[in-house]
């Protein structure tokens, strides 16, 4: 099972050593909002392609393969 995605996010922000006050600025939003995103189960599309972008991972790939996984796994059944 995958994490949800604001855990994720969370994660490799954590993993490059960035600041929550460095994550907000870049994504022009409070630091309040941004403690609200690590807690999300999903997020829009449009924002989820701005911060792939500003921490240069690719969260569309992981989703792609999560999936691409569980669909494999419901044509074995």
Known sequence: MMKPIGALIKEE?????RSI???ARKLS???SNVYRL???E???TALLARISILLGRNFFLE???HIKE??????LQ
């Open 29 to 31: 939003c409070d630091r």
């Open 38 to 40: 690590f807690q999300k």
């Open 21 to 23: 006050s460095w994550f």
């Open 63 to 65: 989703l792609s393969e």
């Open 13 to 17: 922000l954590e993993h490059q050593e």
């Open 70 to 75: 569980k669909v494999e796994s419901q044509d």
């Open 42 to 44: 999903s997020i829009d």
